[in-house]
């Protein structure tokens, strides 16, 4: 995660409020984490045709991910702080 993301991050986090911002940025590590390890998974399987193998070194960008995160929290009014405070 880089700088850019970081101000990324705030900018969602200040968008949506701290709630929903938080839910936001939890979402999109999720699914990050998920599509990241099924693309390394089907590139090194020969699903996915390329000259480089990829690791859990190998950089992905993240804005993407805080983007699909801010608009799954925002469509569907996620709030993770509440369900993880039983």
Sequence with gaps: MGFGDAKLGLSVGLLLGALQGFSAMVLAFWIGAFISL???????KGFIKSDK????????????????????????????FHALSF
Aim: aromatic fraction near 18%.
């Design 38 to 44: 099924l693309y390394i998974f089907l590139n090194n």
């Design 53 to 80: 193998k990829l690791t859990m070194k190998s950089e992905i960008p993240f804005a993407p991910f805080i983007i699909i995160g801010a608009w799954v929290s925002v469509i569907f009014q996620l709030n993770l």
